[in-house]
């Protein structure tokens, strides 16, 4: 897949055009560690990251059958990073009772200098939909750190219910579940891709 190939893309009526892409380890890499590495990125949990450490967690996922990571963009720019895997195989292997068609999934938005009102709210919209652009998923899993309030409050804006915290050997998590009919009720939109 080239990084120029979009993916996914809608259109936010307030701020205009969102896609996504393949994340590239190597091209992507100054970028990332610029995102991963910011004081508002702290529960990526990668702040002390050099930018070799950020080409080879990138390569790792790019290998990985069970992980993929994607470039999000706003009006062509580069504006947030979007991982997807499968809980069965990744991060909640045996926290819970993974279901067919679950998908576990990670977004950061990039830092910026003139935040736009709704924004991360636009992203993570436009992550959910992208998931469901995938006819094969009908839940999304996520397990944001507990005390991440701010992405709580995201999560249950696009249609998540949260289940209960779990334990992870990183941290303490809030296990969160959206369905497909979640999101629609919750947003408006359905994953119908580009």
């Known amino acids: 897949m080239s990084t120029t190939e979009i993916l996914y893309a809608r259109t936010d009526a307030e701020l205009g055009t969102f896609s996504v892409r393949p994340l590239d380890p190597f091209a992507d890499a100054e970028l990332l560690h610029g995102w991963v590495t ?67 999934m990670h977004f950061l938005v990039a830092p910026s200098d003139t935040p736009l009102h709704g924004f991360t709210r636009a992203v993570i919209t436009t992550v959910m ?10 839940r999304v899993v996520v397990e944001p750190d507990v005390n991440n309030t701010a992405v709580h409050a995201l999560n249950e804006a696009v249609g998540f219910v949260a289940e209960r915290p779990v334990t992870k ?22 994953g119908e891709s580009i």
Not at 54 to 81: C, D, N
Not at 179 to 189: I, Y
């Open 38 to 104: 910011h004081p508002k990125a702290s529960f990526w949990m990668m702040q002390d990251a050099t930018l070799p450490d950020v080409e080879r967690e990138y390569m790792r996922i790019a290998a990985h059958e069970h992980h993929q990571a994607f470039i999000g963009l706003h009006e062509g720019r580069p504006a947030f990073l979007m991982e997807t895997y499968d809980p069965s195989e990744l991060e909640l292997v045996g926290l819970y009772d993974a279901q067919p068609g679950d998908v576990g």
């Open 169 to 190: 050997p990183e941290k303490e998590a809030l296990l969160s579940f959206c369905t497909r009919a979640q999101f629609e009720a919750a947003t408006g939109l359905t």
């Open 129 to 138: 939909a992208a998931v469901f652009a995938d006819p094969a998923a009908e």
